[in-house]
């Protein structure tokens, strides 16, 4: 079955607490990117990547990093959490081949919560 | 100023109506419009996905964009309780490998 898994799909930490979210994706794509959603701010994009070691920042980067050493993953590191960061957050994938008609797929989510 | 604006609702309505969701934009160099539909507790599902200006039809789902008002919508027709989601409208320019979201219209269709 094509998907995009994070994991963990809850999360309880402290400031400060260095952590990582996983995201996986099993359909070859390249392109994949890190969201954000918060209510009456929408889904706001982190980072993405078009593929592997190629890596640039959205709209809201500050206090995350990201990497992208193999086409299938691209976990979002939060080397220092704060509350602020507390949110659900949403990996997600699509292929660049053939044009611009390319679904974006989601995977479940990460809820963030942030001590 | 945002670059999506998209009211939030909630919107409620009887099964069977007509449901209009809109989306306005500033940014000119938008050109691919996507509409995206969300249950609670999932990632968005790509419902729609359009270029430039102009009106698609997909079952129930319509989607229009006017580009010189920077305006988009998506029409559903016989709506259902299963349409029950938030809606979420994207978009993307020609250059350019981000996308912008609206922050999603919460609907309800009562049976």
């Known amino acids: 079955e094509a998907q995009v898994t994070q994991n963990p799909r809850y999360l309880i930490t402290v400031t400060g607490k260095k952590l990582t979210v996983t995201c996986s994706q099993n359909m070859n794509h390249e392109y994949m990117s890190w969201y954000r959603q918060d209510p009456g701010l929408g889904l706001r994009q982190i980072y993405y990547?078009?593929?592997?070691?190629?890596?640039d920042k959205g709209d809201v980067p500050e206090g995350y990093k990201v990497s992208r050493k193999e086409k299938r993953n691209f976990p979002l590191i939060l080397e220092s959490p704060s509350p602020n960061q507390t949110s659900l957050y949403f990996c997600?994938?699509?292929?660049?081949?053939?044009?611009?008609?390319?679904?974006?797929?989601f995977g479940p989510g990460t809820r963030l919560t942030v001590l | 100023q945002k670059e999506v604006e998209q009211d939030p609702g909630p919107l409620s309505v009887p099964e069977g109506a007509i449901v209009s969701l809109n989306c306005t934009y500033s940014?000119?160099?938008?050109?691919?419009f996507m509409w995206y539909r969300q249950y609670s507790r999932k990632g968005p599902e790509l419902l729609m996905y359009?270029?430039?200006?102009g009106n698609k039809e997909d079952g129930r789902f319509t989607a229009q964009v006017d580009k010189s008002s920077k305006y988009i919508s998506l029409f559903i027709r016989d709506s259902q309780p299963s349409d029950s989601a938030t809606y979420l409208c994207a978009m993307r320019a020609y250059t350019g490998n981000q996308f912008y979201f609206g922050t999603g219209t919460s609907l309800t269709v009562i049976p």
């Open positions: 359009t270029y430039s200006s």
């Open positions: 997600a994938s699509h292929t660049v081949m053939g044009g611009p008609y390319n679904e974006q797929f």
């Open positions: 940014n000119s160099a938008f050109q691919y």
């Open positions: 990547s078009m593929n592997v070691e190629v890596t």
